[in-house]
């Protein structure tokens, strides 16, 4: 097949499917489709196929290789066949319907946390008893079912060992593969780590993650104006919302305008969804700064590309089911509840929490959630200013790999492969076993004083 990114450019390469049992633990379980797309090497003596694993959970691994990430596939061509998964459940792999339930949000209305939660909790049992009516089985759907995928895809590539190269939760699956293939992995490429452990993540990680990107601003003399106390700032304006909601009218293009009452809910998730990187990061403070100053027709501008009139709460079966079964432990379900309470963005970072009491059936249990003790070598991926995997959780994530080489991208996000050419330039010196002295990448750092 001939396969066409998006930068128009094209390679050959390899398309093919494998068939496994939806849910392995269940007799007479249908028969669900892998999809993949298979890079050649362009070596003639390849090593192990490096087989990517997309994050989300539910992101498609060949969507990926057809974006900004596509010449990274070509660039490690040079040491094995590069794979891109469909994992279970995502992309041309996904055979399991979406669920509309009948839980409106409305976007006029003011709705309390509690009744939002409801919703979405009683949007998740109707959507269950959906996907049973469509056969879906969601035990099948975890991580453990999707490394016993890797393990069949192994054995259909005829290789001896495979490389995992993953993000995010790819780097989760990569970490559970370890577990039970230690023998049958060669290397293992992990970067923006969520830890087996941290499907759920502490919401004062997150409030220690904005003070790391305020010393950033610090060090930009116009940014440190605008912004003297991000941490006050986005306070201020969460205690406004919650005393005053703001009504808007957006007009987005070529749609209808509409009413939406802004909450302090929305800036949460707002922010719960766009501190992953420090681009989208200068946008969602210069939307905190907007309703700070009051300043409407900025804020309708803006918002219109962001917010949707009312709708019904709609649901994806993988990444639903994969989040509550790799959930968490009461232990830190306590901690969790208990620092909620008090964090900038409460417990809006990880609203699959919510969902664990609704199908605690699903959950892998604490054995599954142990870290992962092994030599093969690691190479582990970390951006200072990534506010979705913070650097000292994805420190504590790998802790039992004994052969970790781990190296910090300075000022990078949660996306940071193409952050810079030299982190594909040490991939590639990882895969070549080659020591790696510079642990350390430095990037430029967006002008988060500049408002364009």
């Known amino acids: 097949m001939t396969f066409t990114p998006q930068n128009g450019e ?34 003639k003596n390849p090593g192990s196929p490096i087989v990517y694993l997309a994050g989300g959970p539910g992101g498609s691994g060949i969507n990926t290789a057809k974006g900004r990430r596509f010449p990274l596939f070509m660039q490690l061509r040079k040491y094995g066949d590069v794979i891109a998964l469909d994992q279970r459940g995502t992309g041309l792999s996904d055979v399991t319907p979406a669920c509309r339930s009948k839980q409106p949000l409305p976007s006029d209305q003011i709705m309390d946390d509690k009744d939002y939660i409801e919703r979405h909790q009683k949007a998740l049992k109707e959507c269950v008893r959906f996907w049973g009516e469509q056969k879906v089985d969601l035990k099948g759907y975890n991580t453990l079912e999707s490394v016993a995928d890797l393990e069949a895809l192994r054995k259909h590539l005829n290789a001896e060992k495979i490389t995992l190269w993953g993000i995010s939760y790819g780097s989760h699956l990569a970490l559970a593969a370890i577990k039970k293939m230690d023998d049958r ?14 499907t759920i993540k502490l919401p004062q990680r997150t409030d220690a993650y904005f003070k ?12 440190k104006q605008q912004y003297p106390d991000i941490f006050q700032l986005i306070q201020r304006v969460h205690q406004r919302l919650e005393m005053s909601p703001l009504t808007l009218t957006l007009s987005p293009k070529d749609k209808p305008p509409f009413e939406f009452i802004l ?14 990187d ?7 403070l210069q939307l905190y700064l ?6 409407v027709p900025l804020l309708q501008q803006q918002m219109a590309r962001y917010l949707a009139p009312s709708r019904p709460i709609q649901l994806r079966a993988m990444p639903t089911a994969m989040d509550i079964a790799s959930g968490m432990s009461q232990q830190r379900r306590t901690k969790i509840e208990e620092q909620a309470k008090t964090a900038l963005l409460g417990s809006y970072l990880n609203f699959s929490f919510h969902y664990t009491d609704v199908l605690p059936e699903l959950d892998l249990g604490d054995e599954f959630r142990q870290p992962p003790q092994s030599s093969i070598p690691v190479l582990l991926l970390s951006g200072t200013l990534d506010g979705r995997t913070y650097i ?49 990448i430095i990037v430029q750092l967006p002008d988060f004083g500049n408002k364009t």
């Open 290 to 295: 907007a309703v700070d100053q009051g300043d």
């Open 10 to 43: 094209s390679v050959e390469a390899l398309k093919g499917v494998i068939q496994v049992p939806e849910n392995r633990q269940r007799r007479g379980s249908p028969m669900i489709p892998l999809h993949y797309v298979r890079f050649p090497a362009t070596t």
């Open 185 to 198: 992995i060669d290397k293992v490429i992990i970067a923006s780590v969520e830890g087996l452990q941290q």
């Open 392 to 440: 000292e959780s994805q420190r504590e994530a790998v802790t039992g790999l004994k052969n970790i080489t781990a190296v910090t991208v300075v000022n990078a996000g949660h996306n940071l492969f193409m952050s810079s050419p030299e982190v594909g330039n040490i991939m590639e010196k990882f895969l070549k076993g080659q020591s790696i002295i510079k642990k350390s």
């Open 212 to 223: 790391r990107l305020q010393t950033a601003i610090h060090n930009e003399p116009l940014a």
């Open 263 to 276: 909450q302090r809910r929305t800036m949460q998730q707002f922010a719960s969804r766009m501190i992953s």
């Open 278 to 284: 420090p681009i989208w990061t200068k946008r969602l």
